[in-house]
Nanobody, 123 residues
């Protein structure tokens, strides 16, 4: 059974940093594209960042230069380093895996999802 479990969320002041982690189990994800999405209150789930099988990285314009995605395939782990956090980064963050090497930015493109971890940025 495939499982994605996020951790690392919490409450942080604006300008601070958090590092999200996603532990994948149930299969080897080294050939899968992985991504982070988020859903802010009252909004649709949106793409934040993705990383391909070949370690190509992709970011939403709103987080470019502040967030860094990485993966450790030996450990089946996905990470999101979030710096210079803003109030508008407050959301539930989801880890997702796609049964294809390439990243897409739409939610239907992903086969597996975690339960999410809450990130709250305060002023």
């Amino acid at each position: 059974q495939v499982q994605l479990v996020e951790s690392g969320g919490g409450l942080v002041q604006a300008g601070g940093s958090l590092r999200l982690s996603c532990a994948a189990s149930g299969r080897t994800f080294s050939t899968y594209a992985m991504a982070w999405f988020r859903r802010a209150p009252g909004k649709e789930r949106e793409f934040v960042s993705g990383i391909s099988w070949g370690y190509g990285t992709y970011y939403a314009d709103s987080v470019k230069g502040r967030f860094t995605i990485s993966r450790d395939d030996a450990k089946n782990m996905l990470y999101l380093q979030m710096n210079s956090l803003k109030l508008e980064d407050t959301a539930i963050y989801y880890c997702a895996a796609r049964g294809s090497p390439t990243v897409v930015r739409t939610t239907p493109g992903y086969d597996y999802w975690g339960q999410g971890t809450q990130v709250t940025v305060s002023s």
